[in-house]
């Protein structure tokens, strides 16, 4: 009506067919939208009869729809702006037609529509129908004080053989959230709860836990808005909020400055599949339009609002932190100090150069009497034959000062020349092939290279390292940096592995708290370099006035890998922190790389100590340490019960450790080429079946033979169990290698008649104590991401330091410290040894 009056206004004057035929057009449009409107679903042309009835809240309607009627119910009720009251529409469908019935409400500011039966998609787009549907209305705010708003439910169908259901439409019982309350409910993927949440004064983050008692169905948990419409069903949970899937447990920490309103919806989805918690396959439909009954997905859930922690704790967590590790450095200083006033002493008191074989624990051999086993008759080495063939008591002062001129011209004559091209003089290769084969071996038989060459060798070992930290950790900063976006827009909760019950976000960062503890790793590491930088200073100063116990006693100072050990502890630090920024399957090298690297440097360390001239290089080490980390990265991808990789990967494992085996028995003279197999043959024959002698070199086999049985356990370990967590695998098979051998190099010592000083000894007890409580902690195991996100989150715990640090953060701290006193004991273990000449010390 309003149209046609608006056109005879306009065009009162004009007339004929043309404008007739308009006219008419316009009025049949508009008699069809008016239809369609009344008629809702009814075919263009059909009148139905539309029924509207006056309802109630907390009334069963039975009813019966048809596609020539339409019922509408109508609702009004009360809203407070001090008050909220849920709201839920339920309905059963008891009979149905060939079609669904179509289900709307109309409110103020939002209209809701669904279906019954309701279908919902699953993976590959499965379709799962239900009967039973529930729907909690949204609440739009309200200025006024009170206001009685309206709203109508319409109900209708195309069945011609019309529809059987249940109206219901209640009110909801503590619809909004009280702090520290639980509340119990149930859902299921057609019956969907959400609840209102409001921060009291004072508070500005709190925590959302919801748990079960039943690890299936699996279900969803988001926190939205206060808007409409309310994003309540599987196919749309995701659209907005944060959200995350649960099994037992779920937790959102959600912070004032996300919502303006001061309030939110904590909405929970029941899901049609149990796939994204790690549930069983159900199978395909064989025909696209197959419709799949469901079961009973009903699941009882609690849900609880706690406050979190607010910056006071923030603030102990931080001093704490930072406390702890200050003290270290405070006890370093202190110790420093008190070993130089005993140094003092000692050199008022005494000359160290003349000190006797009692305090030594040595006896001391004069500069032309090389020593060697005299209980076992071994041989004497080159330089000792030379030397007291040419020395005698009357010409002795002029020998060590013509032998001293000598060494120095040779020094300045080799500073320019690298080691390799020093090595492969003929006349070199065949000194090597006389001294490394001797039966038993003095540290001066295998520290004979030129100390200037030595030490360029082992400090590419720390430049290497710091190339490789600076351009390994740049992407690595900018990928997590992505990661923690990409959280923070989408909501997607389930991207990153944390323990939700103990994430303290600060800014853009979700869990600030795992990333602090890493702090330990940096400034520690930072603490070892300067005490290596000390004692590289004193030790060139030591050089610089011809100390004999710098020149000729002791094992060989060469600080390079110390400094590439104390970098790779800080960087481990640093990595570390960026993998907790988000932590998942495909950022876990960031936080095990350089543990494999700290592992291979402590072992090349101490192969060192006794190996000077013929341990590894630094750019073989790194490219094994690259393949280790290759390895890891394969594994974690492909290793999942795939057995063709766990084959591969063992035979590669055994063969390594066959041919490194090999080479440290033969100290370096063993060489792979076409006449191995040969040699192998001739050896076998010559040792074993014609002569059934044992081995030469008794202690070197029987270390390798125990590492040859630790790796070809744990080769056959991963072989038959094909364990999930590759990574972890991987570290422990580098731990126990270094375990072995650090331990069989304590047994050397002490049988050699060597001992370990005081300070060794106490950070040898206080390490092993403090390894053992570290491990302790890193086996609760509070994520993994080697399950679906649900299932790690079923290990979640709270907080149990200072409501800050949860178990892994604890596993940070005690882990750095232990690191830093193994370092610690690696740098003073043979201490005892710097007053004792170097043909006296044994190679083992």
């Known amino acids: 009506?309003?149209?046609?009056?608006?056109?005879?206004?306009?065009?009162?004057?004009?007339?004929?067919?043309?404008?007739?035929?308009?006219?008419?057009?316009?009025?049949?449009?508009?008699?069809?939208?008016?239809?369609?409107?009344?008629?809702?679903?009814?075919?263009?042309?059909?009148?139905?009869?539309?029924?509207?009835?006056?309802?109630?809240?907390?009334?069963?309607?039975?009813?019966?729809?048809?596609?020539?009627?339409?019922?509408?119910?109508?609702?009004?009720?009360?809203?407070?702006?001090?008050?909220?009251?849920?709201?839920?529409?339920?309905?059963?469908?008891?009979?149905?037609?060939?079609?669904?019935?179509?289900?709307?409400?109309?409110?103020?500011?939002?209209?809701?529509?669904?279906?019954?039966?309701?279908?919902?998609?699953?993976?590959?787009?499965?379709?799962?129908?239900?009967?039973?549907?529930?729907?909690?209305?949204?609440?739009?705010?309200?200025?006024?004080?009170?206001?009685?708003?309206?709203?109508?439910?319409?109900?209708?169908?195309?069945?011609?053989?019309?529809?059987?259901?249940?109206?219901?439409?209640?009110?909801?019982?503590?619809?909004?959230?009280?702090?520290?309350?639980?509340?119990?409910?149930?859902?299921?993927?057609?019956?969907?709860?959400?609840?209102?949440?409001?921060?009291?004064?004072?508070?500005?983050?709190?925590?959302?836990?919801?748990?079960?008692?039943?690890?299936?169905?699996?279900?969803?948990?988001?926190?939205?808005?206060?808007?409409?419409?309310?994003y309540d069903l599987d196919n749309n949970v995701a659209f907005i909020g944060m959200y995350q899937t649960m099994t037992k447990k779920g937790a959102i920490t959600v912070q004032r400055k996300d919502f303006p309103s001061n309030s939110f919806y904590v909405v929970v989805v029941v899901k049609t599949e149990d796939e994204a918690c790690g549930g069983p396959l159900r199978f395909y439909p064989l025909r696209p339009d197959e419709l799949i009954d469901a079961g009973n997905r009903t699941k009882v859930l609690d849900v609880v609002v706690s406050p979190a922690i607010d910056l006071k704790v923030y603030v102990m967590g931080m001093l704490f932190c930072l406390g702890i590790f200050l003290s270290f450095y405070l006890l370093t200083l202190l110790v420093?100090?008190?070993?130089?006033?005993?140094?003092?002493?000692?050199?008022?008191?005494?000359?160290?150069?003349?000190?006797?074989?009692?305090?030594?624990?040595?006896?001391?051999?004069?500069?032309?009497?090389?020593?060697?086993?005299?209980?076992?008759?071994?041989?004497?080495?080159?330089?000792?034959?030379?030397?007291?063939?040419?020395?005698?008591?009357?010409?002795?002062?002029?020998?060590?000062?013509?032998?001293?001129?000598?060494?120095?011209?040779?020094?300045?004559?080799?500073?320019?020349?690298?080691?390799d091209d020093y090595d492969t003089l003929d006349d070199i290769n065949s000194d090597k092939n006389i001294v490394r084969t001797k039966k038993y071996l003095c540290v001066s038989d295998l520290a004979r290279k030129d100390k200037r060459v030595l030490s360029k060798k082992y400090q590419i070992y720390f430049w290497n390292i710091a190339t490789i930290a600076v351009f390994y950790a740049l992407p690595v900063i900018q990928l997590v940096i992505t990661y923690q976006t990409v959280v923070n827009v989408t909501g997607n909760q389930d991207i990153c592995f944390y323990n939700f019950l103990c994430a303290h976000p600060l800014g853009a960062l979700s869990a600030f708290n795992n990333i602090l503890s890493n702090m330990g790793y940096v400034m520690l590491g930072l603490l070892f370099l300067l005490i290596v930088l000390k004692r590289d200073i004193v030790h060139s100063r030591a050089l610089e006035r011809n100390d004999l116990?710098?020149?000729?006693?002791?094992?060989?100072?060469?600080?390079?890998?110390?400094?590439?050990?104390?970098?790779?502890?800080?960087?481990?630090?640093?990595?570390?922190?960026?993998?907790?920024?988000?932590?998942?399957?495909?950022?876990?090298?960031?936080?095990?790389?350089?543990?494999?690297?700290?592992?291979?440097?402590?072992?090349?360390?101490?192969?060192?100590?006794?190996?000077?001239?013929?341990?590894?290089?630094?750019?073989?080490?790194?490219?094994?340490?690259?393949?280790?980390?290759?390895?890891?990265?394969?594994g974690v991808v492909f290793g999942k019960g795939n057995t063709a990789f766990w084959i591969v990967f063992s035979v590669i494992h055994i063969l390594a450790t066959l041919l490194l085996s090999t080479q440290?028995?033969?100290?370096?003279?063993?060489?792979?080429?076409?006449?191995?197999?040969?040699?192998?043959?001739?050896?076998?024959?010559?040792?074993?079946?014609?002569?059934?002698?044992?081995?030469?070199?008794?202690?070197?086999?029987?270390?390798?033979?125990?590492?040859?049985?630790?790796?070809?356990?744990?080769?056959?370990?991963?072989?038959?169990?094909?364990?999930?967590?590759?990574?972890?695998?991987?570290?422990?098979?580098?731990?126990?290698?270094?375990?072995?051998?650090?331990?069989?190099?304590?047994?050397?010592?002490?049988?050699?008649g060597e001992r370990i000083q005081c300070l060794a000894l106490v950070c040898i007890l206080f390490t092993a104590v403090v390894w053992g409580f570290a491990l302790y902690f890193f086996f609760q195991g509070l994520s993994t991401w080697q399950k679906t996100p649900a299932e790690s989150r079923e290990h979640n715990r709270d907080c149990i330091l200072l409501s800050f640090f949860d178990d892994h953060d604890i596993w940070h701290f005690l882990s750095s410290i232990a690191m830093f006193g193994s370092f610690l004991v690696l740098l003073t273990m043979d201490d005892d040894l710097d007053t004792v000449q170097r043909d006296k010390i044994f190679v083992f």
């Not at 006033?341 to 003349?354: G, H, L, S, T």
């Open 664 to 752: 440290l028995y033969y100290m370096g003279r063993w060489r792979l080429d076409s006449g191995v197999l040969r040699r192998m043959v001739y050896i076998i024959y010559t040792d074993s079946i014609r002569q059934c002698s044992g081995p030469m070199y008794i202690d070197r086999m029987v270390l390798l033979v125990m590492g040859n049985i630790v790796n070809w356990s744990l080769a056959a370990y991963g072989l038959i169990e094909k364990p999930n967590d590759f990574a972890s695998y991987l570290l422990a098979i580098a731990i126990c290698n270094l375990l072995l051998y650090f331990a069989f190099y304590i047994i050397m010592k002490l049988r050699s």
């Open 1 to 230: 009506m309003v149209l046609r009056s608006c056109w005879k206004s306009r065009h009162k004057n004009s007339s004929g067919p043309a404008l007739r035929w308009i006219r008419s057009g316009l009025a049949a449009l508009l008699w069809l939208c008016v239809t369609q409107f009344t008629c809702g679903s009814g075919a263009v042309g059909e009148t139905k009869n539309v029924v509207q009835k006056d309802a109630e809240f907390d009334v069963t309607y039975n009813d019966t729809v048809t596609s020539e009627n339409q019922t509408i119910y109508a609702f009004n009720h009360t809203v407070s702006r001090n008050k909220t009251e849920g709201v839920r529409v339920s309905v059963d469908v008891l009979s149905q037609g060939e079609s669904p019935t179509l289900f709307v409400v109309r409110q103020k500011q939002a209209v809701l529509s669904f279906q019954v039966p309701l279908i919902l998609r699953g993976l590959y787009q499965r379709k799962y129908p239900y009967n039973h549907v529930g729907r909690t209305l949204c609440q739009p705010p309200t200025r006024a004080a009170s206001e009685t708003q309206h709203f109508f439910v319409d109900v209708s169908t195309l069945s011609s053989l019309g529809t059987n259901y249940q109206l219901r439409v209640s009110r909801v019982e503590s619809f909004t959230l009280q702090t520290d309350k639980k509340f119990s409910f149930t859902a299921s993927p057609s019956q969907p709860q959400y609840f209102k949440y409001v921060f009291p004064d004072g508070v500005d983050t709190v925590i959302v836990k919801v748990n079960s008692d039943m690890n299936f169905p699996c279900s969803v948990m988001s926190v939205q808005d206060i808007q409409c419409p309310v």
């Open 336 to 419: 420093a100090c008190l070993q130089n006033r005993r140094i003092k002493k000692r050199e008022v008191f005494q000359n160290p150069a003349d000190m006797s074989p009692a305090e030594t624990g040595k006896t001391p051999a004069s500069p032309y009497e090389y020593g060697s086993f005299a209980d076992n008759g071994s041989t004497l080495s080159s330089e000792a034959i030379t030397d007291s063939a040419t020395s005698t008591d009357n010409n002795y002062g002029y020998m060590e000062r013509s032998l001293e001129s000598v060494g120095r011209s040779r020094q300045e004559s080799l500073s320019s020349v690298e080691e």
């Open 549 to 634: 116990n710098a020149l000729e006693c002791g094992i060989p100072k060469h600080f390079g890998l110390f400094y590439a050990m104390g970098t790779a502890l800080m960087m481990e630090g640093l990595l570390s922190a960026c993998y907790h920024v988000c932590p998942n399957y495909t950022n876990f090298q960031f936080d095990t790389s350089f543990m494999y690297m700290i592992a291979g440097l402590c072992m090349l360390k101490l192969y060192q100590k006794r190996h000077p001239d013929i341990n590894a290089s630094a750019y073989t080490a790194y490219a094994c340490l690259a393949a280790v980390i290759f390895f890891s990265v394969l």
